[in-house]
């Protein structure tokens, strides 16, 4: 069965600093691939998504990802972190083992920036 | 503007009483979903359909029901089967398989 992992449930980082986020899944088959952000009591925002263009994606407020096939990864970046970044953050996947239909969401993680 | 409401936004139940979950979307999309989250667990998929008068069991879906009447509404029941029932729920909307969901302010659900 098709699954993500995000290592790491919390992460911490000084303001200005560069966020890493790592997700990486397991598939033979590239999948769809989702970067979410969910503040405290609210939904899920999408921040970015690679559907088979080009691996480098560009999400909303900063952040990117890259998709890597050998390495089964799609981390999330952003160069400088800003303090409305904390947040938690979720990697999903879709795509044929897992059927169209369905998403399946890491764990996620939660983002802390430190002034 | 486009989006999905769900309502209430805070909900009690007591014990034995079956609670409903409103979740509306104006996107026309086809597919919808609906996602249980625990703190630390990420989210957990209770049920999910892709038309009308037609729904699937996700991985919880014991202790829950949906209905999918009309394509722009997909209440979620709670019943009293549920046992551990507090927990945030959200709704989430999709049209295609290679497109992103979007999901609702979600529900957050406690015990009396």
């Known amino acids: 069965a098709q699954s993500v992992t995000q290592l790491g449930s919390h992460v911490s980082v000084s303001e200005g600093a560069l966020v890493l986020l790592r997700c990486n899944y397991s598939s033979s088959v590239p999948p769809y691939l989702f970067w979410y952000v969910q503040y405290p009591n609210q939904g899920l925002q999408l921040l970015l998504k690679y559907t088979s263009a080009a691996t480098l994606v560009k999400g909303i407020n900063g952040f990117e990802a890259e998709f890597k096939k050998s390495e089964t990864s799609f981390h999330l970046t952003k160069p400088s972190a800003h303090m409305s970044d904390a947040a938690e953050y979720f990697c999903?996947?879709?795509?044929?083992?897992?059927?169209?239909?369905?998403?399946?969401f890491g764990p996620g993680t939660s983002l802390s920036v430190i002034p | 503007d486009g989006g999905i409401t769900q309502s209430p936004k805070y909900l009690f139940r007591k014990e034995g009483q079956n609670v409903t979950l409103s979740c509306e979307q104006n996107l026309n999309h086809d597919a919808m979903y609906w996602y249980r989250q625990d703190p630390g667990q990420g989210l957990r998929l209770i049920y999910y359909s892709q038309i009308v008068n037609d729904f699937q069991k996700g991985d919880i879906a014991e202790g829950y029901s949906v209905s999918r009447e009309k394509k722009e509404s997909f209440p979620l029941t709670v019943t009293s089967a549920q046992k551990n029932p507090t927990a945030f729920y959200l709704c989430a909307s999709r049209d295609r398989e290679n497109q992103p969901q979007h999901f609702g302010d979600g529900t957050r659900l406690s015990i009396l």
């Open positions: 999903a996947v879709s795509g044929v083992e897992t059927s169209y239909d369905k998403v399946i």
